[in-house]
């Protein structure tokens, strides 16, 4: 019940502060509208407009190994929509230094921003970029490209330039890797091509000999020689003698080198696929991102919101003003009762000596009665 009526009490007490002071706050209140609206003018502020680019990341990034490869078995689609991984990994190169200087760089925002003969350039413009293009990961796992500027046009510009540079970044990066492994496949692939050609030369030379199949002709030799044999043929038997002879020099190494050919054929098959997925990664591109919204040059500003400053003006300096008041009503009241205090201490507690000699002669009349009691006892 203390409770309620303390807060009736502090209810009407503000409202008579409000009713008493209503002239000042008004003034003052109009004042704040009046400076808030100027100040909040273009001439003070500058007026930005915002664009925005929404982008899907692509779910795959090898293109030799979606197309091409057979080995590779995944479920992931070149045409599917990226997940959190990709999503994460596309912000990751959004706000690196690569798409950053390049951005800068080919839409010349040194000069734009004006921050060419500044004392620290590069900071300064690392601040208003940070501040001016934002990106940020929606709900379904998009990123949105937000860019605030005081040209509208520049402002979508820059939104879709992004777009656009992020692709290029993805590439270069790739195709960095992408280079070096295929250098690194192809020469072991021209490696075992040399190789096999080397062999096959050999087997050449050998052939010219008259070795070919070292164990077929060893056969069929053998069995020709018992034929000559028991013909008694000696000029048959020489000559397949001789033939045995070549065999017997120079059959293992042909063995040897149809084992090594049949060895590095069945690798070369292996290099060779390889060596076209290597090569399609480092000579082809692909996009790495599905455009959902381009940005449009904008017709009206984003900031600042004039009315809003207004309104937040006014509510702050509303509050502020019934502060000050109660500040000063209730420290007006002090100072009041204090110098009432001060004043009547005083009097009470000196009085004028010509008065108490009055007071002496002429007794009141209650004093008289207290003399007379004291009389009679």
């Not at 330039?161 to 960095?176: L, V």
């Not at 076209?276 to 500003?301: N, W």
Request: contains cysteine; charged residues 25%.
């Amino acid at each position: 019940m203390e409770e309620q009526q303390r807060n009736t009490y502090n209810s009407k007490y503000l409202c008579r502060l409000l009713v008493e002071y209503r002239k000042p706050i008004l003034i003052i209140l109009a004042v704040a509208a009046l400076c808030a609206i100027l100040f909040s003018a273009p001439f003070f502020i500058t007026p930005l407009y915002k664009s925005t680019t929404v982008i899907y990341p692509t779910s795959s990034n090898s293109i030799s190994k979606v197309l091409i490869s057979t080995t590779y078995q995944s479920e992931k689609d070149i045409m599917n929509f990226g997940e959190d991984e990709q999503t994460e990994q596309m912000l990751q190169v959004l706000n690196s230094n690569r798409v950053r200087d390049t951005v800068i760089s080919r839409l010349n925002l040194m000069e734009h921003y004006n921050v060419k003969d500044s004392k620290y350039p590069f900071t300064k413009l690392n601040k208003l970029y940070d501040a001016r293009i934002r990106f940020r990961r929606t709900e379904y796992n998009a990123v949105k490209i937000t860019v605030l500027d005081s040209d509208a046009e520049l402002s979508a510009r820059i939104a879709n330039e992004i777009a656009e540079i992020f692709d290029s970044t993805m590439n270069q990066m790739q195709k960095e890797v992408a280079v070096e492994a295929y250098r690194i496949v192809e020469q072991e692939y021209n490696t075992l091509v040399a190789e096999m050609n080397m062999l096959e030369d050999s087997l050449n030379t050998l052939r010219k000999l008259g070795v070919f199949d070292y164990e077929s002709q060893v056969e069929m030799l053998s069995q020709q020689l018992a034929v000559e044999l028991g013909k008694g043929n000696t000029q048959g038997i020489k000559n397949i003698q001789e033939q045995m002879d070549i065999l017997a020099e120079y059959g293992g190494a042909s063995y040897a080198i149809n084992e090594r050919l049949d060895n590095d054929r069945l690798q070369l098959s292996l290099v060779k696929s390889k060596y076209e997925e290597a090569k399609v990664d480092a000579t082809e591109f692909i996009p790495h991102k599905f455009v959902v919204t381009s940005a449009f040059q904008a017709e009206r500003k984003s900031y600042p919101v004039r009315w809003l400053i207004v309104v937040i003006t006014l509510l702050s300096t509303f509050l502020l003003l019934i502060f000050c008041i109660v500040f000063y009503d209730r420290s007006k009241g002090f100072f009041r009762r204090e110098t009432e205090k001060s004043s009547v201490a005083p009097t009470q507690a000196s009085e004028d000596p010509e008065d108490q000699e009055r007071d002496a002669d002429h007794p009141t009349p209650q004093s008289n009665s207290e003399n007379n009691t004291n009389n009679n006892g």
